[in-house]
């Protein structure tokens, strides 16, 4: 049969409460009567129940994350590597992570955060893929409601983020396709809601300006962060009386369908036609020919999300709260490198 925390306070002579509150760690019990709990409740072979600790606590020691991704499925690596580090972090810290996908802005998507918060089924969340007025950090905020943010939105709204700096490295691969001599570079990029949107499509308009190209608005086309979407965007560009010499996908994914599109035209890439990317995901060492991309810590920027959104959790400060970082370029045989 197992031991209870009445038969450890049983042998200690103790209340439940006082056992139980030494187990928890609170600090109105003596240290000399905490530890003595402690080592009887070890000898004993006590195993505290999780469900009635937390609900004594009123902590579930649960982060949530809402995949952006349309459907049931997600194809993009870039979430395979955040969920990875963000997993990873959580049990370091013994939390458990909850996953849930929903389109977004859709009704399902509003209802799968309405529940958690209502619920407090998790003790904070973590948002990515912003947009511009993104009603999930007003909510979230609202509520007053644990969260931090992979990314930032256009609201002054003060909450803990990791940005990575994508409008500079947008104008940073320009400079690199400049430099091989494209002066026809277009871009593909992502529906208008989204920040990294705004962030990368300025920052290729900066690599223009800064190279005194002029801007040409037929060179710029719409994708949905999708192979497909990059495919379908790629197809127009390439089928203009003068196509590009050169094209930036507004993300890795992106990026790989385009290089679809240029092989079905008999388009050599890394010789007839430049491509690059965003994110330096696994998957992008292994297109055909090898993506040149600027990569972003994902892996990495996960699990100091998780390590921000538990100190916020705990109430503790954060210092700093709000940090940006700069993509690396990492240039391969696809745009000649």
């Known amino acids: 049969m197992a031991v209870t925390i009445r038969d450890v306070a049983k042998q200690l002579n103790l209340s439940i409460t006082t056992v139980s509150r030494a187990l928890d760690?609170?600090?109105?019990?003596?240290?000399?009567?905490?530890?003595?709990?402690?080592?009887?409740?070890r000898k004993m072979g006590y195993l505290p129940s999780r469900a009635?600790?937390?609900?004594?606590?009123?902590?579930?020691?649960?982060?949530?994350?809402?995949?952006?991704?349309?459907?049931?499925?997600?194809?993009?690596?870039?979430?395979?590597?955040?969920?990875?580090?963000?997993?990873?972090?959580a049990v370091s810290h013994?939390?458990?992570?909850?996953?849930?996908?929903?389109?977004?802005?859709?009704?399902e998507e509003k209802k799968v955060y309405a529940r958690w918060v209502q619920s407090r089924l998790v003790d904070g969340i973590i948002l990515s893929r912003m947009r511009l007025n993104d009603w999930r950090a007003n909510h979230l905020t609202k509520h007053k409601f644990p969260f931090v943010v992979h990314g930032r939105?256009?609201?002054?709204?003060?909450?803990?983020?990791?940005?990575?700096?994508?409008?500079?490295?947008?104008?940073?691969?320009?400079?690199?396709?400049?430099?091989?001599?494209h002066r026809r570079i277009a871009y593909v990029g992502a529906p208008e809601k989204?920040?990294?949107?705004?962030?990368?499509?300025?920052?290729?308009?900066?690599?223009?300006?800064?190279?005194?190209?002029?801007?040409?608005?037929?060179?710029?086309?719409?994708?949905?962060?999708?192979?497909?979407?990059?495919?379908?965007a790629a197809q127009s560009l390439l089928a203009l009386r003068k196509p590009p010499t050169a094209i930036i996908g507004v993300n890795d994914l992106t990026a790989d369908g385009m290089m679809r599109a240029a092989?079905?035209?008999?388009?050599?890439?890394?010789?007839?036609?430049?491509?690059?990317?965003?994110?330096?995901?696994?998957?992008?060492?292994?297109?055909?020919?090898?993506?040149?991309?600027?990569?972003?810590?994902?892996?990495?920027?996960?699990?100091?999300?998780?390590?921000?959104?538990?100190?916020?959790?705990?109430?503790?400060?954060l210092a700093p709260a709000q940090i940006i970082l700069q993509p690396e370029l990492i240039i391969r045989e696809s745009t000649g490198g």
């Not at 809402?66 to 870039?78: H, K, N, Q």
């Not at 013994?94 to 009704?107: C, E, G, R, Y």
């Not at 086309?221 to 497909?228: C, E, F, H, K, M």
């Not at 965003?278 to 972003?296: A, K, N």
């Open 52 to 89: 009635a600790r937390n609900l004594r606590r009123q902590r579930a020691d649960i982060i949530g994350y809402v995949i952006p991704a349309s459907g049931t499925r997600f194809t993009d690596p870039f979430f395979s590597e955040f969920i990875a580090g963000l997993g990873d972090q």
């Open 263 to 317: 092989r079905e035209r008999g388009i050599v890439v890394g010789r007839d036609l430049a491509v690059a990317g965003y994110d330096g995901t696994e998957v992008s060492e292994h297109t055909q020919p090898p993506l040149t991309t600027l990569r972003q810590p994902v892996y990495d920027t996960a699990r100091n999300l998780v390590n921000m959104l538990i100190t916020h959790i705990q109430g503790e400060p």
């Open 194 to 232: 989204f920040t990294l949107q705004r962030d990368r499509y300025a920052g290729y308009c900066d690599g223009l300006s800064a190279a005194n190209i002029p801007f040409d608005k037929s060179l710029v086309g719409v994708g949905d962060l999708t192979r497909a979407g990059g495919y379908r």
């Open 153 to 181: 939105t256009q609201s002054k709204a003060d909450y803990p983020f990791i940005e990575i700096d994508s409008r500079a490295g947008f104008a940073l691969l320009v400079k690199h396709l400049v430099e091989r001599g």
């Open 94 to 107: 013994n939390f458990d992570l909850l996953i849930s996908t929903a389109t977004p802005d859709t009704p």
């Open 25 to 41: 760690g609170y600090d109105d019990v003596a240290s000399e009567t905490r530890a003595r709990v402690r080592s009887t409740a």
